[in-house]
């Protein structure tokens, strides 16, 4: 096998879509209204002790320095029938949150319904990261619905669905 030297966006863009991720929806309420953003770089378990987790997201993010300025961020880790979901929260158009069945708390995290886990918590650290910003977020609380909804994957650029455990 070769490895392939061409590294401009569009060919790093369809490596790393060989990387099956979980997608999350990073929501707050802020100023009254509804403000969210979706990841599929959201990763957990960066950090047991203090209770980390981490996402990027793009420098041109219009939502993100909004967001990054509530208290509290509820993260959705989206479940599999989320798909419609996820392209409405990422849309630039259009009520992002119109239809959809949300929680909130008092600490103002803001949660989508039948996500597959649900993480509140509060911007630890952001780092610079070439187009990107990385984020880690401090865990302050969790519910994982008792396995009642399978998370929704992505890979190869399109959404996929979990399938039977290869081991039992």
């Not at 977020?137 to 969790?142: A, D, K, Q, T």
């Amino acid at each position: 096998m070769t490895l392939l030297t061409d590294l401009q966006p569009a060919a790093l863009r369809r490596a790393f879509s060989r990387f099956p991720s979980g997608v999350a929806a990073l929501c707050a309420v802020i100023d009254g209204k509804p403000q969210g953003l979706v990841a599929s770089s959201f990763t957990v378990g960066v950090s047991m002790d203090p209770p980390l987790v981490m996402f990027a997201v793009q420098n041109t993010s219009r939502t993100w320095p909004v967001l990054r300025g509530a208290g509290r961020i509820g993260v959705s880790v989206l479940g599999s029938d989320h798909e419609g979901v996820c392209k409405q929260i990422a849309s630039n158009t259009g009520d992002r949150f119109a239809g959809l069945s949300l929680h909130t708390d008092t600490s103002g995290s803001l949660f989508l319904d039948r996500a597959a886990l649900w993480l509140e918590c509060s911007v630890e650290k952001e780092i610079p990261a070439g187009d990107h910003a990385v984020v880690l977020l401090r865990v302050h609380g969790h519910a994982s619905h008792e396995d009642a909804h399978e998370p929704l994957v992505f890979h190869g650029s399109a959404f996929r669905h979990l399938g039977v455990p290869a081991f039992a």
